[in-house]
């Protein structure tokens, strides 16, 4: 018997790389420097995913996608979020909403929100005011605060399409 809700957190960070595309919430946003990593690094999308995956008791996206893999080398982390969400509705879950907090002191990220619940609402297949996006800085702490990267935390509900 499947529960009716399950909860998943999801945190990933990402330090700035040069020669690399910004890209967070499946948008590309105009800065000097992207994120650095195997994938594309969208750092939400990672925070998403793996809510959603520990939702269901599932390993992390390191598991699904080992960044040892060449063949994902650069792979559009919305196939992440995809793949998460598949997951979850193969264990019986539908996702009843999710929010998740990025952490960055530059670039601004509330012009960007909108357009990364829009996208983000289309691949969940979820309302837009199913999907919470905020953004703070880090208060010049550490590293984030120092500018070298980007993190993001996420939540997840899930609800079971069993019961």
Do not use: W
Request: proline fraction near 5%; aromatic fraction near 4%.
């Amino acid at each position: 018997m499947n529960h009716p809700f399950r909860i998943g957190q999801g945190y990933d960070v990402h330090r700035f790389a040069e020669g690399r595309k910004l890209i967070l919430g499946g948008i590309e946003i105009p800065h000097a420097l992207g994120l650095e990593g195997h994938s594309d690094a969208d750092c939400l999308i990672h925070a998403l995913a793996d809510a959603i995956l520990g939702a269901v008791g599932l390993p992390d996206i390191g598991f699904h996608f080992p960044p040892s893999e060449p063949a994902l080398e650069g792979i559009d982390s919305m196939k992440i979020l995809l793949k998460a969400k598949e997951q979850c509705e193969t264990k019986g879950y539908l996702i009843g909403n999710v929010d998740a907090t990025i952490i960055a002191e530059k670039p601004r990220i509330s012009p960007y929100v909108e357009a990364m619940k829009e996208r983000l609402s289309k691949i969940l297949e979820v309302e837009t005011n199913q999907v919470g996006i905020k953004a703070t800085t880090n208060e010049g702490i550490g590293g984030i605060g120092n500018g070298e990267g980007i993190a993001a935390h996420a939540v997840c509900l899930l609800i079971s399409n069993l019961v």
